[in-house]
C-alpha cells in the first residue's frame, strides 16, 4: 500500500461539471500540497494544507488531519483544467515529499 | 510568489556526452533542493536531495557518480549526467520549498527539462 493514494487514477467530466479528486495518506505529515502538472510537464503548486480549508478562484482544497484524507474541489470545470493532479505530504519545511500517482483529470466542452 | 528557474527545457545529446541541468530559486534561498526524474504517465520519483555547502543525498538505486549534484549556493543546484545513454532520456524536474512565510515550506517546482539521448 502506497503511503499517498488518490482516487480517481482518470477522470472525465464535462465543461461545467463540479469534480472531486481524493487524497488518502498514511504518515504523520506537517502539510500537504496539491499539484497540476499541465501535459508541458510543469508543475504548478496550488496548496499547502495543515488544517481546513482554502479557496482559490474555482478550486477548494480541504483537510481532515484525524482522517489523513484531503479532497480537492473543482467547480464550473473548464478544459483547460485539464491536467494531472498531484496530492503530495511531506513532514517539516525543508524534508522531502512523498507524492501520490496523481489524477488525470479530462474536462471536455 | 517565489519561483524555482529550470534550465535547458529540452535538450537532445549524443550518447556518452554529459549534460548539465541548473535550477535556481529566483527569490528565496533554498538550503535544500530535490532532483526528480518522471517517466511517461508515472509520478515523480526523488532521485536526490541536494544540500547547499555538502554532499548530496542520493536515494537507493540512483548512481551517485552518473547523476553528480552540486549545491554551490544558496540559490543554485545543478545536476549533470555523465555519459549519457539512450536509457537515461527522461523528464528531470527541480523542487525547493520556501522556507519563508512562517517556515512552512511551500514546494516549488522548476519548469523541468526533457532530456532526450540518441
Known amino acids: 500500500k502506497n503511503e499517498v493514494e488518490q482516487s480517481p487514477q482518470n477522470l472525465t467530466a464535462q465543461e461545467g461539471e463540479f469534480i472531486t479528486i481524493n487524497c488518502s495518506y498514511s504518515?504523520?505529515?506537517?502539510?500537504l500540497h496539491w499539484l497540476q502538472q499541465h501535459p508541458g510537464g510543469g508543475i504548478v503548486s496550488l496548496f499547502m494544507?495543515?488544517?481546513g480549508k482554502k479557496k482559490h478562484g474555482r478550486l477548494i482544497a480541504t483537510i481532515n488531519i484525524q482522517e489523513k484524507h484531503s479532497s480537492l474541489h473543482i467547480t464550473a470545470s473548464h478544459p483547460r483544467d485539464s491536467a494531472v493532479y498531484i496530492c503530495?505530504?511531506?513532514?517539516?519545511?525543508?524534508?522531502?515529499?512523498?507524492f501520490g500517482e496523481g489524477t488525470q483529470l479530462t474536462v471536455n466542452p | 510568489g517565489a519561483v524555482v528557474s529550470q534550465h535547458p527545457s529540452r535538450v537532445i545529446c549524443k550518447s556518452g556526452t554529459s549534460v548539465k541541468i541548473e535550477c535556481r530559486s529566483l527569490?528565496?534561498?533554498?538550503?535544500?533542493m530535490f532532483w526528480y526524474r518522471q517517466f511517461p504517465k508515472q509520478s515523480l520519483m526523488l532521485m536526490a536531495t541536494?544540500?547547499?555547502?555538502?554532499?548530496?543525498?542520493?536515494e537507493q538505486g540512483v548512481e551517485k557518480d552518473k547523476f553528480l549534484i552540486n549545491h554551490a549556493s544558496l540559490t543554485l543546484s545543478t545536476l549533470t549526467v555523465t555519459s549519457a545513454h539512450p536509457e537515461d532520456s527522461s523528464f528531470y524536474i527541480c523542487?525547493?520549498?520556501?522556507?519563508?512565510?512562517?517556515?512552512?515550506?511551500?514546494?516549488?517546482f522548476g519548469q523541468g527539462t526533457r532530456l532526450t539521448v540518441v
Open positions: 503530495a505530504v511531506g513532514e517539516g519545511s525543508g524534508s522531502r515529499l512523498t
Open positions: 527569490d528565496f534561498q533554498a538550503t535544500t
Open positions: 523542487s525547493a520549498r520556501d522556507p519563508g512565510g512562517g517556515g512552512v515550506g511551500e514546494a516549488f
Open positions: 541536494s544540500n547547499e555547502g555538502s554532499k548530496a543525498t542520493y
Open positions: 494544507l495543515s488544517s
Open positions: 504518515v504523520g505529515i506537517s502539510a
